[in-house]
T-cell receptor, first 113, second 112 residues
Framework: GDSVTQMEGPVTLSEEAFLTINCTYT??????LFWYVQYPGEGLQLLLK?????DKGSNKGFEATYRKETTSFHLEKGSVQVSDSAVYFC????????????FGKGTKLTVNP | DTGVSQDPRHKITKRGQNVTFRCDPI?????LYWYRQTLGQGPEFLTY????????KSRLLSDRFSAERPKGSFSTLEIQRTEQGDSAMYLC??????????FGPGTRLTVL
C-alpha cells in the first residue's frame, strides 16, 4: 500500500540555520504530496503542497519539490526561526478515490535562539 | 471561528465504557474524514464521508467503532467497550472538492 517515510527526529537547530527534513514515498501513479505542521498545542495545518511532478510548493519560507524520479518531497528552509519549532508531517493522497491522507511519522524540530 | 470544531477536547473514561465524539466541519465542506493519532506517530485514516454517505472505512475501524454523518453536516464517532489501546488523539478533517483537508483540534481520549 501507499506509505511515507520521514527522517527520524528530533532535529535541533540554532536560529538562522538551514533546515532539511527528508521525505520519500511509495505510491502508484501520481499522488499529491503535502507537508503539514503541528505547532505546540495546536491542530494540524497545511504548510505546502505539490500536485504533480517537478512542482515546487512554498509557504512561509519553506519549500519542497515533487521529485518523481526519486519519489521524494524534502522540506527545506534557508534560515529557521524559533517560531518554526513544531512537528512536521509529510503526507500523500493517492490519485482518485477518497483522497485520504497517508502520513509519515512526523519530525519534531526545535530551534534554539 | 469558522474552522473545524471537535467536542469534547478531552475525554477520560474507564475501560469498557462507551464514548462518543462530535465533529462539526466547515459549513460548505461536503467531505469529512476521521483519523487517529497515537503518541509519536502520524495520523492514521479511519473513515471518510461524502455528504451523509460513509464511502470508505479503514481496517483499523473495528466492530466497536461506528461513525455517522446523518444529515451530511456534523459527524459522530462512537467507540463501544473502550480498551486501553483506544487511547489516542482522534482528529476530524473536512474539505471541499478540489481543496485540501482542514483539521480540527482533536479529541484526546484516555482509557483507564
Amino acid at each position: 500500500g501507499d506509505s511515507v517515510t520521514q527522517m527520524e527526529g528530533p532535529v535541533t537547530l540554532s536560529e538562522e540555520a538551514f533546515l532539511t527534513i527528508n521525505c520519500t514515498y511509495t505510491a502508484t501513479g501520481y499522488p499529491s504530496l503535502f507537508w503539514y505542521v503541528q505547532y505546540p498545542g495546536e491542530g494540524l495545518q497545511l504548510l505546502l503542497k505539490a500536485t504533480k511532478a517537478d512542482d515546487k510548493g512554498s509557504n512561509k519560507g519553506f519549500e519542497a519539490t515533487y521529485r518523481k524520479e526519486t519519489t521524494s518531497f524534502h522540506l527545506e528552509k534557508g534560515s529557521v526561526q524559533v517560531s518554526d519549532s513544531a512537528v512536521y508531517f509529510c503526507a500523500l493522497t493517492a490519485q482518485g478515490g477518497s483522497e485520504k491522507l497517508v502520513f509519515g511519522k512526523g519530525t519534531k524540530l526545535t530551534v534554539n535562539p | 471561528d469558522t474552522g473545524v470544531s471537535q467536542d469534547p477536547r478531552h475525554k477520560i473514561t474507564k475501560r469498557g465504557q462507551n464514548v462518543t465524539f462530535r465533529c462539526d466541519p466547515i459549513s460548505e465542506h461536503n467531505r469529512l474524514y476521521w483519523y487517529r493519532q497515537t503518541l509519536g506517530q502520524g495520523p492514521e485514516f479511519l473513515t471518510y464521508f461524502q455528504n451523509e454517505a460513509q464511502l470508505e472505512k479503514s481496517r483499523l475501524l473495528s466492530d466497536r467503532f461506528s461513525a455517522e454523518r446523518p444529515k451530511g453536516s456534523f459527524s459522530t464517532l462512537e467507540i463501544q467497550r473502550t480498551e486501553q489501546g483506544d487511547s489516542a488523539m482522534y482528529l476530524c478533517a473536512s474539505r471541499a472538492e478540489g481543496n485540501e483537508q482542514f483539521f480540527g483540534p482533536g479529541t484526546r481520549l484516555t482509557v483507564l
